[in-house]
């Protein structure tokens, strides 16, 4: 969980930033995350600040690498496209972290057993360590399925059009972060026969919210990559329409050429002809 979950984000990081993936940097940026979570683990900093201050950690890095990468960047532009991937990226382990954790909410209510705490803390354990491996495992998958269909769209972002992908990205991110801390939290309250009291969750209802959350991620990004697609079809469209403009204005001197050169011919036909007409009667001296 504090391990390869990062490591692993990172790497989807920087391949949508389309830097180079240094170990060194994805060890230094590992040690900050698990900083900041530990900091938030003895402080208590939950909901919006502890997903803000992982967005920005992570944007920060962002940053860095694409200073080292490209010599002559737009810094604006880096500035909000690391912020917008960096979103993404946070939204996309909190949605694999919120489809994973109502199963294993929904485990661990199935195996409590009244007549062991041991065997009880047992499932529990296992019951975490499964939910973080296939969570690496549906974070892996996902992340995989949007470089293929949407990573071009992705790096060849436009600088006015990355606040449209990140202000609901980051919604997603601060939604799932609040179902995560108020709702499930992490305490679990049971009576003495060990039947849980506190949270009482609907995991069915839970369960399609968190499909929901991701089907609208991926909504969301084919509705960015229409706005990439439409700006650069309008953008293909201008270039057109001046080539076009340069090419009527070509064919438009074009013609005033013909007709000069027209106009030429005529004037030396008839000077040609008048030179004849005095070489038949004899006028040499005229003629020339």
Same mark, same amino acid.
């Given at each position: ?7 692993? *984000? =990172?790497?989807? %990081?920087?391949?949508? @930033? +389309?830097?180079? &993936?240094?170990?060194?940097?994805? $060890?230094?940026? /590992?040690? !900050?995350?698990?900083?900041? *979570? =530990?900091?938030? %683990?003895?402080?208590? @900093? +939950?909901?919006? &600040?502890?997903?803000?201050?992982? $967005?920005?950690? /992570?944007? !920060? ?26 979103? !993404? ?200």
């Amino acid at each position: 969980a504090y391990i390869i979950m990062p490591l692993i *984000s =990172f790497r989807f %990081f920087s391949q949508c @930033l +389309e830097s180079a &993936f240094w170990w060194r940097t994805a $060890i230094l940026y /590992l040690i !900050l995350h698990s900083g900041l *979570s =530990f900091l938030a %683990f003895i402080f208590f @900093l +939950e909901g919006t &600040f502890k997903i803000l201050a992982e $967005i920005c950690l /992570l944007a !920060l890095f962002g940053i860095w690498l694409t200073k080292k990468s490209r010599l002559f960047a737009d810094h604006s532009k880096t500035f909000i496209q690391a912020f917008t991937l960096s979103a !993404l990226t946070v939204s996309l382990k909190s949605i694999c972290g919120g489809i994973l954790q109502w199963a294993d909410f929904f485990v661990f209510s199935l195996t409590l057993n009244p007549a062991s705490t041991a065997t009880t803390n047992f499932f529990l354990y296992l019951a975490d360590s499964l939910r973080e491996c296939l969570k690496v495992l549906l974070f892996f998958l996902l992340a995989r399925l949007i470089l293929i269909h949407f990573g071009q769209s992705i790096k060849a972002g436009i600088k006015n059009a990355f606040p449209l992908l990140m202000i609901p990205l980051l919604f997603i991110s601060l939604v799932e972060q609040a179902v995560t801390d108020r709702i499930y939290g992490n305490t679990i309250v049971t009576n003495r026969q060990m039947e849980i009291v506190f949270p009482v969750i609907d995991h069915g209802e839970m369960l399609f919210l968190q499909l929901f959350a991701c089907a609208c991620l991926f909504f969301i990004l084919a509705a960015y990559q229409d706005i990439i697609a439409s700006f650069y079809a309008k953008q293909t469209l201008g270039q057109l329409k001046q080539q076009a403009r340069e090419l009527e204005t070509y064919i438009r001197e074009s013609r005033i050429r013909d007709e000069k050169t027209r106009a030429f011919r005529h004037d030396m036909k008839n000077h040609l002809l008048v030179l004849a007409q005095l070489l038949k009667a004899g006028q040499a001296a005229k003629a020339y």
